[in-house]
């Protein structure tokens, strides 16, 4: 035989062997539909959704290819949670504070007015217990519930008037989700649910006095400084607000031992990228919107705080005394893990952040 036609044969047979291996190579690729409660690469939330698509992607070696679908595109973005618990969709990315509806205990594992931070939160879920009560509450509509990302402190949000006493806040139209909904329902506030470019079109029209949405970063995206210049702080209603992906049981329950730890950890391994992604980029839209679009920052008062806390305060009080037991447990576990990592960060974190401030001399 010839050289020539050695490579020839050799060639045909290479390509018959891919093409008898392909079948069997294919039957073990899963095709996983993502739904996000966001726009697509929205900064923040939409970035964050379409990271982890392919980090699932690239630690399973592409044996699971998740394509992302943006809210609209399948289904809206509060649908989401049905959309995969019924399987319409294999998985989704979005926060737990969109679904009081379903559960209120659904509401501590996203983010708590006056709560904890976003250190503090993932704390709680993987030394503290959380996790098992995520599972066994998420477990009720067979899901699979894992945080992979949080966006740190929000802000109280875009104000069309200054505020300057609790009256102020009585009958505002005010855009927010969660338990900080019914912590300022408590102090007459006219608490909005809506998504974040609906809550511009409001503000633009004057259908709401004022609303918070995530941070900087995201909010400037948005647009929301076009419509309110008065931005406030501190967001004490999300100290932290926690992202998750959440998985079908069945579709998770089904995959074996090294692809549920490749999603595992593609969760487990975006939270901190996420959340310092989301301070980094905050810190730099926050000095362009002082600086470019004059925006002023605005602290609440400290009685309207104080006020808040205690209505806060009710709302986890209500929790602790809800006529479903899991949801008792979970707001018990909750406020023990808080009280304990609140007495230590008085001496670290806090004690850190306060000599920060101090006035001594230090290159900026």
């Known amino acids: 035989m010839k050289r020539r036609d050695f490579v020839k044969v050799t060639g045909a047979g290479a390509v018959a062997s891919v093409a008898l291996a392909a079948p069997a190579i294919a039957q073990d690729v899963r095709k996983w539909k993502m739904v996000t409660a966001w726009p697509k690469n929205l900064p923040g939330p939409g970035v964050a959704a379409q990271l982890l698509a392919d980090r699932i992607t690239t630690l399973s070696g592409g044996r699971i290819q998740v394509k992302l679908y943006a809210a609209g595109e399948l289904v809206p973005g509060r649908g989401v949670f049905d959309a995969v618990s019924e399987g319409t969709a294999d998985l989704y990315h979005a926060v737990p504070a969109y679904w009081g509806s379903k559960s209120t205990g659904f509401l501590l594992f996203g983010s708590q007015p006056f709560g904890l931070r976003a250190d503090e939160q993932l704390g709680w879920l993987v030394h503290g217990g959380g996790q098992a009560l995520y599972d066994e509450l998420y477990a009720r509509f067979d899901l699979k519930p894992f945080l992979c990302g949080n966006s740190g402190p929000q802000w109280f949000g875009w104000f069309r008037e200054e505020i300057n006493s609790a009256d102020d806040l009585k009958g505002l139209r005010y855009r927010t989700t969660g338990l900080a909904s019914e912590m300022m329902a408590k102090l007459g506030t006219a608490v909005q649910a809506m998504g974040g470019r609906d ?98 920052i605005r602290m609440l008062p400290e009685d309207i705080i104080v006020k808040m806390g205690n209505a806060a305060g009710e709302v986890i009080g209500e929790l602790l005394e809800s006529d479903d037991e899991l949801v008792q447990r979970t707001a018990k576990s909750f406020v023990t893990y808080r009280a304990s990592i609140s007495n230590y960060m008085v001496y670290a974190d806090n004690g850190v952040m306060n000599a920060r401030e101090l006035d001594y001399s230090y290159p900026s």
């Open 199 to 296: 809550m511009f079109q409001a503000l633009q029209s004057g259908a709401i006095d004022a609303g918070e949405f995530i941070g900087p970063w995201s909010d400037s995206a948005l647009g929301f400084d076009q419509v309110a210049k008065n931005y406030y702080w501190p967001g004490v209603g999300e100290p932290s607000s926690a992202e998750e992906c959440v998985v079908n049981s069945k579709v998770f329950n089904e995959l074996p031992d090294d692809l549920k730890q490749a999603v595992a950890y593609a969760c487990g391994s975006l939270y901190n990228d996420v959340w310092t992604e989301y301070t980094t980029k905050h810190a730099r839209a926050l000095k362009l919107l002082v600086e470019e679009k004059g925006v002023k």
